[in-house]
Every structure is written in structure tokens, then in C-alpha cells.
Antibody
Framework: QVQLQESGPGLVTPSGTLSLTCGVS?????????WSWVRQPPGKGLEWIGE???????TYNPSLKSRVTMSVARSKDQFSLRLNSVTAADTAVYYC?????????????WGQGTLVTVSS | SYELTQPPSVSVSPGQTASITCSGD??????ACWYLQKPGQSPVLVIY???KRPSGIPERFSGSKSGNTATLTISGTQAMDEADYYC??????????FGTGTKVTVL
């Protein structure tokens, strides 16, 4: 059973950079799956941030593309998210998730989520 | 940008059927999936590719699509089904889009 676990600072100052890592256990990150980040502002809906393949190829939500960078550390079975120039609007629970390989993409495994607050 | 619209809330009595709709332009040309999310928890996939149920998901959850509207149906709704439900679709130009979310209340 694949498990994902987010880690990183829970508080980021405005205009700073949000950095999170997702650890994958119970399986390897070097599979046919893509790996994604999804966020959810308090009391609001879900928003896809981007996805990355173990080879390093990444795709980002066009609305966030100018501020997002994702990377992968295959030897550690981890992938990471960096979001720069953050504002209070970036305050959210950030989830990492696995994209299923069963045809059309959807998320079959999710991390427990980590709350990141942007505040001075 | 592409949008998927859901009703904000649906109320259902225990044992009855709840139906949640998800509408979007050209949704008929995409596959829809559905997630439930209980307070403080991560989303859980309950339906994928319009009407397929992952292993471990009860048979009372079913999905369908007609035209540009996908529907999640919960038959014999139980108190444990009270949650927020989100639809999601994907295509190569819009990538992953989530619906606005529906709060299901079991009265």
C-alpha cells in the first residue's frame, strides 16, 4: 500500500518561498505514475498545482506556473514543491498525491496534508 | 479557464438516495471522477472514469454521465456518508480541474 507524507514549514512570511517535500513509502517513485501537488485554502475547494514524473518532467497549473517549481529525488523516493512570492492567498492545506496510471489521470493515493500559513 | 459546477449542498434522509451533479462545458468529452472528503481528512476517490468504483468503495456509490453533466449517486445513504464531495476532470489543455464541491448532509 503506497503512502505519501508531506513535510515542511507550517509558516512562511509574505513574499517568501514555500517549500514542501512529499515522501513516498510502500512503493517506488520511479514507476509509471506521475506525482502531484493539490492545495485547499481553509473552507474552500481543491486546486491542482502541478505534477512531476520521476524523470523530472513537470507540468504546472497555468495560473501558478510563474511561481512554481517541482523537483524529484529518486534515490530518496521524494518529490518537492517550491512556490515563491507567496501571499496570504497561498495559505492552504497542501496535499501530495499519486496520479493513477489507469487510463485517464486521477488521484488514487493522497497524503494527509499539511497546513501552510503565510503570515508575518 | 475551465469550470465544473456542483450544487453547494445536498440534504438526504438516512436510507434514501442522494444525487450530486457536476456540470461543465465539454464534460461529455472527458472522463469524470469523484472524491469524498470528511472534515480534517484527505480526499478519497470513490468513482473514476465516470462510473468505475475502486476496490474497497461500497456498492452504494455509483456514477453516471449524460451529456455535459456527471452524477454521483449514493443509494441507501448512511450517516457515515456525510462529507464534501468533489468531481474532477482532466484533459490535455485544462489539465486537472476540480468541481466547486457539494456538502452532503444526512438528516
Amino acid at each position: 500500500q503506497v503512502q505519501l507524507q508531506e513535510s515542511g514549514p507550517g509558516l512562511v512570511t509574505p513574499s517568501g518561498t514555500l517549500s514542501l517535500t512529499c515522501g513516498v513509502s510502500g512503493g517506488s517513485i520511479s514507476t509509471s505514475n506521475w506525482w502531484s501537488w493539490v492545495r485547499q485554502p481553509p473552507g474552500k475547494g481543491l486546486e491542482w498545482i502541478g505534477e512531476i514524473y520521476h524523470g523530472g518532467t513537470a507540468t504546472y497549473n497555468p495560473s501558478l506556473k510563474s511561481r512554481v517549481t517541482m523537483s524529484v529525488a529518486r534515490s530518496k523516493d521524494q518529490f518537492s514543491l517550491r512556490l515563491n512570492s507567496v501571499t496570504a492567498a497561498d495559505t492552504a492545506v497542501y496535499y501530495c498525491a499519486r496520479v493513477s496510471v489507469a487510463g485517464i489521470p486521477f488521484f488514487d493515493y493522497w497524503g494527509q496534508g499539511t497546513l501552510v500559513t503565510v503570515s508575518s | 479557464s475551465y469550470e465544473l459546477t456542483q450544487p453547494p449542498s445536498v440534504s438526504v434522509s438516512p436510507g434514501q438516495t442522494a444525487s450530486i451533479t457536476c456540470s461543465g462545458d465539454t464534460l461529455g468529452n472527458k472522463y469524470a471522477c469523484w472524491y469524498l472528503q470528511k472534515p480534517g481528512q484527505s480526499p478519497v476517490l470513490v468513482i473514476y472514469q465516470d462510473n468505475k468504483r475502486p476496490s474497497g468503495i461500497p456498492e452504494r456509490f455509483s456514477g453516471s454521465k449524460s451529456g455535459n453533466t456527471a452524477t454521483l449517486t449514493i443509494s441507501g445513504t448512511q450517516a457515515m456518508d456525510e462529507a464534501d464531495y468533489y468531481c474532477q476532470a482532466w484533459d490535455s489543455s485544462t489539465y486537472y480541474v476540480f468541481g466547486t464541491g457539494t456538502k452532503v448532509t444526512v438528516l
